[in-house]
């Protein structure tokens, strides 16, 4: 027969097993973000059409923020949970001294705010290089379809990782 404290154990295992591995998709993000720099970054060099692909950049940059903005949100809800666990069980453990630390407190949302501001300006970025293309070559009417479209995507990256501690404190 299964005891609640081993059940317990094995709860707590697989909460701080799910934080690893939302911590260490952090690290993934960020690998595929420089990734799509990257090779949009060449594609926009090109002399060709091909310079055109860079047009999806920012639509690749609004998913990236969407996975990223929910990863982030698992995360704090399992360090609330554990949070709650510690006050349970009277125990003083890292996520208490994490809430409790006025360093670590005066940082909170870092992650999330480093990766919204990388995002927002290679997207303004992908968006001002094609938008000048179309102009330059008179395509005035796509540029405007353009400008929409990729200024939609704009919106939704920072409402996918615009909920941090740092928005809130500026509303």
Not at 34 to 43: K, P
Request: glycine share 4%.
């Amino acid at each position: 027969m299964i005891t609640a404290e081993h059940y317990a154990s094995k709860d707590i295992d697989a909460v701080l097993a799910e934080k690893r591995d939302k911590l260490n998709a952090r690290l993934q993000i960020w690998s595929l973000l420089l990734a799509l720099i990257s090779g949009f970054g060449i594609a926009s060099v090109q002399s060709s059409n091909v310079s055109y692909v860079v047009v999806l950049y920012p639509l690749l940059a609004a998913c990236l923020a969407q996975f990223a903005g929910h990863s982030e949100s698992v995360l704090d809800q399992i360090k609330a949970y554990l949070l709650q666990v510690e006050a349970r069980s009277e125990y003083q453990g890292y996520e208490t001294y994490n809430k409790t630390n006025k360093l670590k407190t005066a940082s909170s949302g870092g992650h999330k705010r480093a990766l919204l501001t990388a995002l927002l300006i290679t997207e303004l970025l992908a968006t001002a290089v094609v938008v000048s293309r179309l102009i330059e070559m008179q395509f005035l009417l796509v540029a405007g379809i353009v400008l929409l479209v990729e200024s939609i995507a704009v919106i939704a990256t920072v409402r996918f990782l615009g909920e941090t501690k740092w928005t809130k404190q500026r509303k």
